[in-house]
DNA sequence: CGCGCGAAAAATGTGCACATTTTTTGGAGG
DNA sequence: CCTCCAAAAAATGTGCACATTTTTCGCGCG
């Protein structure tokens, strides 16, 4: 009901419409990305139905295009699709944002415990100029920086290593913390405090795994303290026209 | 319901019987199922061609099937899509198998830096009793159970922790190097010596970190190293209907 | 014998027309 | 006013007919 488009008969002039059954990869990628965003963006709020109509009307795309991309969301657990019900924003309990901290608590030890064999003046050079940044934002009351720059700074850690798979997990465990704090956001300052880096920084530089360890234990259950269940419903604005206002839809409905 | 039948306007009805547009997960799950097992299993070698007609045909499905679950194993990151010319098992290099195993090693050492604090006799027990299962495998000369056994020791060492997380990328660890060792296949008796993890036990009994990392680590060097590069690049035999024997098909072409 | 190079064949990608749910709606009855 | 229930409306699931590649094949030329 939303896009109809002249699918002309057999082979009746068929020439002048450019895209028919045109193959276009990089339109499967603009949506799913602009859903992907909006998600780790925190502007689809847990909980939201992501009906498949609307969206096609939305981003100005047909009905299987939407589908194809929700289910991907969906495989990567981004989503949550009930068979026949659709897909919606999860809602993560509690237990599932410590299980995801303690998580990341966890491979980071595992991290720190091989990085300090490789560690170079280079990187330490490299992570001082990130606490650098990070004071920096502080200090000016950048709270969206502070936040960027507070998950950067593990981003770095785990990339040191140079393991794709590692930093793949990693990134995987953050964006979905990210969606997290939009349910149970700690609503302080900075999330992670740039001292507690800068000490994890300075075992490092000391070699001591033992410290390193303990100083990012502390600074994990430090975060996950101050977790605290926001225990109102919400009542969870059902408009994805709002929340997609930015993309240019080829066509609206209206 | 069923307010309309007719719907082979044009086709030709060949497919008479029950469902015509029937929903089913099941199968969609069965083949799910199929495909991954076959691939974990080793039977799939890596670089074969995965057509959609041949498993449609073979599956006894309709393509769309097929194609939908092709996808979910590419965004799984178990077959390699390539846009326009279908999924393929991926044939990972030298560097890819290191890369996965020292994965496993990194996250290991995190996860037994966070089990000696929990553990408990009821674990030293369960994972003693586990060792003696390995070793009546390896004694009796079973090879298969060897392997599994095998790998089912680091699994119980991170599901003692209880984390979901954790224990779904230790599972994406393993499966992936499972169907590499079809490639870079150790070909010795035991891929993980039993001894080894005894000395794992033995250090968490003893609530000793350092002990028990070090001797992890000098575990997966040790298998590391044993990895060779078979740099004979296989026929590989396409005949996906071999593969699938074991399948019942619902109805076959020819 | 190898090497293009076009045409045929096969495989992948996509919109659409339905079937099959699920959800909403609108009363009748308590 | 609330509950229950059938019918309408909406949303999801699936096969199919193509369009669009990609791959294979055949054949003439150097």
């Known amino acids: 009901m939303a896009t109809q488009r002249g699918r002309n008969g057999k082979g009746i002039g068929k020439g002048i419409g450019k895209g028919i059954g045109k193959a276009n990869p990089a339109e499967d990628e603009a949506v799913y990305q602009a859903i992907l965003h909006a ?11 992501l009906a498949e109509p609307p969206l096609a009307d939305i981003f100005g795309v047909s009905r299987e295009r939407i589908r194809k991309v ?11 699709m009930i068979p026949n019900r659709g897909a919606r924003v999860p809602r993560p309990t509690l237990d599932d944002v410590r299980r995801v901290y303690e998580a990341h608590r966890v491979l980071e030890a595992g991290v720190l415990t091989q990085l300090v064999r490789h560690v170079d003046d280079a990187l330490i050079e490299k992570l001082t100029a990130h606490l650098a940044e990070e004071r920096a934002a502080a200090t000016r009351g950048d709270r969206a920086a502070s936040v960027r720059l507070s998950g950067a700074f593990h981003v770095h850690l785990v990339e040191a290593l140079g393991n794709a798979e590692l930093t793949r997990f990693l990134a995987d465990l953050l964006s979905r913390s990210s969606v997290m704090v939009s349910v149970y956001e700690p609503a302080t300052d900075s999330i ?5 880096h800068g ?11 033992a410290r390193a360890i303990a100083v990012s234990r502390e600074h994990f259950l430090h975060v996950e303290s101050r977790l605290h269940l926001d225990d109102d419903p919400a009542p969870v604005s059902e408009d994805l026209t709002s929340v997609f206002a930015t993309v240019k839809p080829k066509r609206r409905k209206r």
Chains 1, 2 share one sequence.
């Open 70 to 80: 929700l289910h991907r969301l969906g495989a990567e657990r981004r989503l949550e």
């Open 39 to 49: 998600l780790l963006e925190g502007k689809l709020k847990a909980g939201v139905k």
């Open 192 to 196: 992670c405090a740039v001292d507690e």
């Open 199 to 209: 000490a994890i920084v300075e075992a490092l530089r000391a070699r001591d795994v």
